[in-house]
C-alpha cells in the first residue's frame, strides 16, 4: 500500500519550482523519481488544450534516473521513438510544425506504433520544447513503490498528455497518435501519387 504521506509528497514535490531544459541538465539528479512537463500559455493553446491553471502537461516516471530519462530522452533530438510524451507532442503539433512521421528505426522498420521523426522535424519539436515546456522533479523516497506512487499522482493531476492511469479515453490524442503511426508505417511515402 502506498503511503498517502510519500503521494502528499510527490504532490507537493512535483507543483514546486520549474526548471527549462538546460537548468534541468544541470540540477536533475541521477536517481528514481517522478518528473511532470509544464507548458506555458501558448504551448496548451498550440496544442489544443485547455489550460487548467497548475496543472502539468505530463507525469512520468524514471526508475533509474530522472537526469536521464527526462533530459536525456525526453528533451533530446533523435529520440521521439523512445518518449512517450515527445511522441504525443508530435501528434498534437504534426500540423503547426509541419512534422514528419517516420519508423523510429529507419534501418529496420517494424510497423511499431512507436514513430519517430524526420530529423529536421525532430529538431523543431526539441526546440518547441525548450521554448515552451518547463520541467519538476521528485525524488523517490527509499522503499517507496514508485510505479503505485505515479499512478495515485497521475490519477489526482490528470495531465493530458499521460494516455495510461487517467481513466479517460483520451480519444483526441489517441487518434492523433495513431495517424502518426499510420504514417510512419508507410514511409518512405511513394514520390508517384497514382502508386498510392
Not at 489544443?48 to 528533451?75: C, M, W
Not at 519538476?136 to 505515479?150: R, T
Request: with cysteine.
Amino acid at each position: 500500500m502506498t503511503s498517502v504521506l510519500v503521494v502528499a509528497d510527490a504532490l507537493v514535490g512535483l507543483a514546486g519550482e520549474r526548471q527549462n531544459r538546460e537548468q534541468a541538465a544541470v540540477s536533475a539528479p541521477h536517481v528514481a523519481g517522478l518528473y511532470a512537463f509544464y507548458g506555458d500559455e501558448r504551448a496548451w493553446r498550440e496544442l489544443g488544450l485547455e489550460p487548467i491553471l497548475g496543472q502539468p502537461l505530463y507525469v512520468g516516471k524514471a526508475e533509474r534516473s530522472l537526469n536521464g530519462r527526462d533530459v536525456g530522452t525526453h528533451f533530446c533530438t533523435g529520440k521521439t521513438g523512445s518518449s512517450t510524451v515527445r511522441r504525443s507532442l508530435a501528434a498534437l503539433l504534426v500540423d503547426r510544425l509541419g512534422l514528419v512521421a517516420v519508423p523510429r528505426n529507419l534501418a529496420r522498420p517494424d510497423g511499431s506504433a512507436n514513430f519517430g521523426l524526420a530529423p529536421d522535424g525532430d529538431a523543431l519539436l526539441s526546440e518547441w520544447m525548450d521554448e515552451r515546456l518547463s520541467l519538476v522533479v521528485w525524488v523517490k523516497p527509499e522503499g517507496a513503490p514508485l510505479g503505485d506512487v505515479e499512478t495515485k499522482v497521475v490519477r489526482k493531476l490528470d495531465p493530458p498528455l499521460n494516455l495510461d492511469k487517467v481513466g479517460q479515453p483520451r480519444a483526441r490524442l489517441r487518434l492523433a497518435r495513431k495517424r502518426m503511426a499510420d504514417a510512419s508505417r508507410e514511409w518512405p511515402p511513394s514520390s508517384n501519387p497514382t502508386t498510392r
